[in-house]
């Protein structure tokens, strides 16, 4: 990158284009878990119109990562790669809101459950391949704006804000879809308010992201850059490189520690109401805030960190220390004594720190280990591992969830939180194994300071 361009992504507008990168993420995240802190309704389908179950929840859920594993995020991070972020990217944002909209359809069509639950998943489907491209874009476009900067704390941010879109769900649906008395069914329209309202959110992130998308055309054009990331024969992209990607074992590590770590957060918050709710006797509504603290965590947490990453480094040591907080967390739902809502508090303050520390030193640790000619593709195949584990953990915690409650045992709270005590000692592994390797590669620099003096 030549200085004329360096000067250009030096001045503030790389901080407005971060603003408006992170507005299609926050409504995606939003729709991403607009039901998380109601799913216990699933667990009563003859009070719910719509006729689903914990199963069916579960699988609705799983639709986010099908595309995703199928081979989509890979195909399409190649593609983001040849063709540059602005023409990807605008046919995936595109997507994530035409899946979201196809949902609201399902969901409020009035088709048997059965059909209503094949709309809602292709929707979900199309939804989740568009959202995971969509934020590889975002995350890319972060590390060509502040490359050699704040590249840490402009990735924590993006996150943090990104984040209170989840917050706002968990807050917010459970006053969209009020509790009623027991015995009274929920209508179609009252069971899809969250969905139409995530619908809203995202058509306003897809008016922003042209928005940015005019900006960085501009400026590319300024600096005499282009979008893609080739600049001779030689860095142009090739489809042989996605195998050089897959033989570093560095990135093999760092992908692998984040499907089993965001696992067992994220497919966590999926369920957080069927878990929280009957492991401390609350109500919805306190359960809701139990669990927003995990986004409000981060958008506190996550900069701090991203300056902490930038200006001391040993990242790897962080992702350690947000495995093994992750760890206790999930320990103190599976064994904390029942009906005490301390511990689920507890629980999600060390969420909340381990959600904020591992990522802040994750993703900016990717563009060390491999060049930026595939950096697109490098993010993309992260999110593929990613959500080959979501898809698998969110359907075992639905299908745990519904045979506990046919069998009425009450016990499934327990054993899906001992599925996820699994899924964090496996994170702790990786990321321990990490730490040892980056201590044998210093030439990585995995645990230098980002920002450059």
Avoid at 305 to 322: A, K, N, S, Y
Avoid at 422 to 446: I, N, Y
């Amino acid at each position: 990158m030549d200085r004329a361009h360096k000067t250009i992504l030096g001045s503030k507008a790389a901080w407005i284009a971060l603003a408006l990168l992170v507005v299609p993420m926050f409504g995606s995240y939003f729709f991403d878990d607009m039901f998380s802190s109601v799913s216990y309704l699933f667990e009563h389908p003859e009070f719910l119109k719509l006729g689903w179950n914990s199963a069916d929840y579960g699988f609705y859920t799983s639709g986010y990562s099908t595309l995703c594993v199928f081979g989509g995020l890979i195909v399409c991070g190649m593609l983001l790669d040849k063709w540059g972020v602005r023409i990807t990217g605008t046919i995936f944002v595109g997507m994530m809101v035409g899946g979201a909209a196809l949902v609201a359809w399902a969901i409020t069509s009035g088709m048997a459950p059965s059909k209503s639950l094949s709309a809602a998943y292709a929707g979900c489907m199309l939804f989740g391949l568009g959202s995971e491209i969509a934020g590889v874009g975002v995350t890319r476009s972060i590390a060509k704006w502040f490359k050699g900067r704040e590249m840490a704390l402009a990735m924590g941010l993006q996150l943090a804000i990104a984040r209170l879109g989840t917050a706002f769900a968990l807050i917010l649906s459970p006053r969209l879809v009020a509790a009623k008395a027991a015995g009274e069914t929920y209508t179609l329209a009252e069971t899809a308010r969250p969905a139409f309202f995530g619908l809203m959110l995202l058509l306003v992130g897809a008016v922003v992201w042209a928005v940015f998308i005019a900006m960085d055309a501009r400026f590319d054009r300024a600096a005499g850059t282009s979008d893609r990331t080739a600049t001779s024969k030689e860095d142009a992209f090739h489809f042989s490189d996605v195998l050089k990607v897959l033989g570093n074992k560095h990135f093999l590590m760092i992908a692998l520690l984040c499907v089993f770590f965001y696992s067992s957060i994220i497919s966590f918050k999926k369920f957080a109401g069927a878990i929280l709710i009957p492991r401390f006797d609350i109500p919805a509504e306190t359960a809701s805030w139990m669990v927003s603290m995990l986004p409000f965590a981060t958008v506190i947490f996550a900069p701090l960190f991203g300056i902490m990453v930038d200006r001391i480094g040993h990242g790897t040591r962080w992702m350690l220390l947000g495995s093994v907080l992750a760890l206790a967390a999930h320990l103190l739902l599976s064994f904390a004594p029942q009906g005490v809502p301390f511990w689920g508090y507890l629980a999600m303050v060390f969420l909340g720190f381990g959600y904020s520390l591992v990522p802040a030193a994750m993703w900016p640790s990717v563009p060390k280990i491999v060049p930026d000619k595939v950096l697109g593709t490098a993010y993309s195949l992260i999110y593929w591992i990613q959500n080959l584990g979501l898809m698998l953990f969110k359907m075992l915690a639905g299908l745990i969830l519904g045979k506990a409650a046919a069998k009425a045992a009450g016990s499934g709270p327990v054993r899906v939180e001992l599925m996820f005590v699994g899924v964090c000692l496996a994170a702790l592994l990786l990321s321990w194994m990490l730490r040892g390797s980056s201590a044998r590669h210093p030439e990585l620099q995995l645990d230098e300071p980002n920002k450059k003096k």
